[in-house]
């Protein structure tokens, strides 16, 4: 049942996506048809899934650890972007170097950026006990601002007419690509590596074993002697580290430059990723994909049908709204009795 | 000659320091809105994170309304029941089906960003001349005085109005008290036989009216007109300020005036040309808000003392 109610949530959603483009005047199953099988009907369309799904993975990955300890790190968004500026911000200082180690460097000053936003949160919270779901969304809000302040000022290309970007990076400072034909870039291994490595850490690690602990009873946590301002920490930063990492792959993979804007809500898209992937690093590979066709489909929805990309977040929202209330199916047994509906606490 | 100028120099301040006390309103009113509505759904044991989702809903949905029936008084209705409508899924969620409550929250909140986004596609760009000022006669001919607080739109009144009678229902009425006991302990509330989740059900559905109300103001009084995402946060301020007031109605208003105060005044800066990039600029609420909640959260008793107890805590009806 466990992962029986992510395939029922996500038929409900087709259901209500039916009844949504019914009311929009477009005939239902041409739009299915556009959201979920013309994206994949080439190879270059399974690439873009890869591209796609890679941030989603690698964020919904690390927090859906922290939300296993109840570490609620909604502000990946905004590590994310710190990410790209940090790791950007190394591309174009070393705009005129070539050399192999100038990736590994944006790798690590993205991984850093993310960390240091994300131990903004850490620290309010573990030492002034500020609630880490509002400090990490406002500092998505200031991450933003502060992205759009370096491209439309100092960082702006001297040669770009004024536009608000960077300079396109070098050769030495972009992403290998690794598929033929396609977009599919090295950042994809990255996003495979990080669930074998989230699936290792929580079931074989002690600290794997705390956040569960801390997560599901914190006062048998704390009489163990797990500290849990450590938890916190460690899954914020964690959190924080793979966002930043994300953003750093988007801005020298896919976009090859820094832009006042850089991500669709990735880190926002991926809180959903890590709930239908079942907060376990493998369920979140299958949602990475999943929720990384609703992206494409949103694009080629808006190409063949005219419909408002809007219709992603949509589909989002309500995938998320039927798994949630699926998940009643797997806490509860439902038993009918003399005509009343009752349930009961089963696990 | 000297004097005359000077009455004209004193004027021209006046005339500075009311428009910015004005906007100050302004911008203060829907925050007020949000957060009141929402620090009633939290003390009746309910956190709902869906406030910025259930905002960008009731802005998008009065704005058409007004667009497609000239009435903006049914744009105000339409925007509160829009807002309604989606913590009804909330309560739905939560406290029908037991589903987590920061999740839950967070998927209203996106779905409301998308789905908002979606009605309101033609309606980008569409012009609107905000809703009228209605004038206390006698008192808005007042110098000073009465510009500032009698010429306004039916709303900051009503805003002022929600506040007194928010306060008086939480700790003046038998109501009052059971919303409270609701929040603070579901258990005992649900032994002496109060309906825990109706009152929990009612008190969701004002925080969602509120937040619909205080996007419709944002979108037919504030800017006005509908732009994709056009709450920039605010819903999430709202949240913030819950905590900054510690649960306290009063201190909800005061802490609404001071954010509005601090969103205007650094557009004011902006305007001035002060040395710093406008995003500089643009970042002060949100930090301020990062700053408010340390200094408030620090304390930990006072969170502790003052905080609904059963706050974001599922209820399961022992029969």
């Not at chain 2, 979606?118 to 809703?131: E, I």
């Not at chain 2, 005036?257 to 500089?280: K, N, V, W």
């Amino acid at each position: 049942m466990v992962f029986g109610s992510p395939l029922v949530a996500f038929i409900l959603t087709l259901v209500a996506g039916v009844v949504l483009f019914q009311i929009m005047g477009v005939n239902p199953f041409d739009a299915l048809y556009a959201f979920f099988v013309e994206p994949l009907t080439s190879l270059y369309g399974w690439g873009e899934l890869g591209v796609k799904a890679t941030p989603l993975v690698l964020i919904a990955v690390a927090l859906s650890i922290g939300f296993r300890a109840g570490v609620w790190n909604i502000g990946a968004e905004g590590q994310l972007t710190l990410g790209a500026i940090c790791g950007g911000g190394v591309a174009l200082l070393f705009y005129d170097v070539e050399g192999f180690w100038v990736l590994p460097l944006m790798i690590a000053a993205g991984i850093g950026g993310g960390m240091l936003w994300a131990a903004i949160p850490a620290l309010l919270r573990t030492r002034f006990n500020a609630n880490e779901i509002l400090t990490s969304l406002m500092l998505t809000y200031v991450a933003t601002l502060l992205l759009s302040m370096l491209v439309h000022g100092p960082w702006r290309d001297p040669d770009g007419f004024n536009f608000p970007e960077s300079r396109i990076f070098s050769e030495s400072a972009t992403l290998p690509l690794i598929l033929g034909g396609t977009r599919l870039h090295l950042g994809w291994i990255f996003a495979l590596l990080a669930v074998a490595a989230g699936w290792l850490l929580m079931s074989r690690t002690i600290i794997g074993f705390q956040v569960k602990v801390v997560g599901e009873a914190p006062a048998a946590g704390r009489y163990a002697g797990f500290r849990v301002r450590r938890v916190i920490w460690f899954t914020l930063l964690l959190g924080g580290g793979a966002a930043g990492l994300a953003g750093l792959i988007e801005v020298s993979g896919p976009i090859g430059q820094l832009l006042p804007s850089i991500s669709p809500g990735y880190g926002f898209t991926a809180i959903i990723v890590a709930f239908v992937g079942r907060l376990h690093p493998v369920g979140v590979l299958f949602a990475g994909l999943l929720l990384a066709l609703s992206y494409l489909g949103g694009e080629s929805a808006q190409i063949s049908l005219n419909l408002p990309l809007a219709v992603t977040g949509v589909f989002q929202g309500l995938l998320l709204f039927f798994l949630l209330a699926c998940d009643v199916l797997i806490h509860y047994e439902v038993r009918w009795r003399s005509n009343t509906l009752t349930s009961t606490r089963s696990g | 000659m000297a004097i005359e100028y000077a009455d004209l120099n004193t004027e021209w301040l006046m005339d500075i320091v009311l428009a910015t006390l004005l906007t100050i309103i302004t911008a203060a009113t829907p925050l007020l809105f949000a957060a009141i509505g929402e620090m009633v759904t939290e003390k009746s044991g309910v956190l709902n994170l869906g406030v910025e989702g259930m905002i960008l809903l009731g802005a998008v949905t009065g704005f058409a309304v007004v667009h497609y029936s000239d009435s903006a008084s049914l744009g105000i209705f339409a925007g509160m029941l829009a807002g309604a409508g989606l913590s009804l899924v909330f309560a739905a969620l939560v406290l029908g089906f037991q589903a987590s409550q920061v999740a839950t929250g967070l998927a209203l909140t996106i779905f409301g960003i998308g789905f908002s986004a979606l009605l309101g596609q033609n309606l980008v760009g569409v012009a609107y001349d905000g809703l009228p000022k209605l004038p206390i006669p006698g008192l808005s001919q007042i110098p000073f005085l009465g510009p500032l607080l009698f010429q306004h739109d039916i709303l900051v009144y009503l805003s002022v109005v929600l506040v007194i009678l928010v306060s008086w229902f939480l700790y003046k009425t038998r109501y009052g008290l059971i919303l409270r006991a609701v929040g603070d302990s579901h258990d005992a509330a649900h032994a002496i036989g109060y309906p825990v989740i109706w009152v929990r059900l009612c008190a969701t559905l004002f925080g969602g009216a509120m937040a619909g109300l205080a996007g419709a103001y944002l979108s037919l009084a504030y800017s006005p007109l509908w732009i994709e995402n056009m709450s920039a946060g605010r819903g999430w301020i709202a949240l913030a300020l819950v905590v900054f007031a510690t649960w306290r109605p009063w201190r909800v208003m005061v802490g609404a005036y001071l954010f509005g105060g601090i969103t205007i005044l650094q557009l004011h800066a902006q305007a001035m040309g002060i040395g710093l990039p406008s995003q500089i600029m643009s970042m002060l609420p949100y930090l301020a808000t990062i700053f408010v909640l340390v200094l408030i959260s620090r304390d930990r008793n006072k969170i502790r003392l003052n905080a609904p107890a059963s706050i974001g805590k599922p209820f399961h009806p022992t029969t």
